[in-house]
C-alpha cells in the first residue's frame, strides 16, 4: 500500500475514533437528553427532533472544560445545540445549553435542564461564611528581610 494512502487510512481512522470520544462525552449525553425532551425545541425546530451523530468542539480532561456542538433537526426547521460545561470533582456538569436554529435567534436551555435534572452550577454566594477546611494552625511570626537601598537602583 503506498505511503500517502497508508497515512490517509490513519488520520481518517484517528478523526473517527476522536469524534466517537466526543459523542459519547457525559455533556453531549444530557444535552441530547435535554433537546429531545423540551417542548420549547420541538416547538421551534418541529417535533419530533433527532441530533445529529457527528460532534465537533474541544473537552480537556485535564483543565476540566468543554465546549461542544452538534446538529438538531425537527420537522420544520434544524440547528445546531452548543453546550459548555465544567468538571468538578471528576463529574463534568453544563455550564451553558443553547438551542441555535438556523435564520432565527438563540434559545438558552441552560435553566430548563436546570428545571428537569434539579441540579445547578454552584453559584457565588458573597454573603457566605468562610469555610474552615484547614485544621492547621496558622504560622506564627513571619519576617521579611529586604535589602537595603531603595528597588530599582544600583
Known amino acids: 500500500m503506498p505511503f500517502a494512502l497508508r497515512l490517509s487510512v490513519c488520520f481518517v481512522m484517528l478523526a473517527a475514533a476522536g469524534c466517537g470520544r466526543l459523542a459519547s462525552h457525559p455533556l453531549v449525553k444530557e ?3 435535554e433537546v429531545q425532551a423540551n417542548a420549547r425545541v420541538a416547538a421551534a425546530l418541529g417535533a419530533p427532533v433527532a441530533c445529529g451523530t457527528a460532534v465537533r468542539g ?3 480532561e485535564t483543565d476540566g472544560i468543554a465546549t461542544l ?3 438538531i433537526k425537527g420537522t420544520k426547521a434544524a440547528g445546531v445545540v452548543v453546550v ?3 468538571k468538578t470533582k471528576n463529574e463534568w456538569g453544563v455550564t451553558m445549553l443553547e438551542l441555535r436554529p438556523a435564520g432565527a435567534e438563540k434559545l438558552s436551555l441552560t435553566a430548563d ?3 428537569r435534572t434539579g441540579t445547578d452550577t454552584p453559584k457565588f454566594d458573597p454573603a457566605a461564611k468562610p469555610g474552615t477546611s484547614s485544621s492547621a494552625a496558622p504560622p506564627g511570626d513571619i519576617e521579611i528581610a529586604l535589602p537595603p537601598g531603595v528597588p530599582g537602583q544600583p
Open 69 to 71: 456542538q452538534f446538529d
Open 58 to 60: 474541544t473537552a480537556n
Open 84 to 86: 459548555e460545561g465544567k
Open 113 to 115: 435542564l436546570e428545571a
Open 31 to 33: 444535552a441530547k437528553e
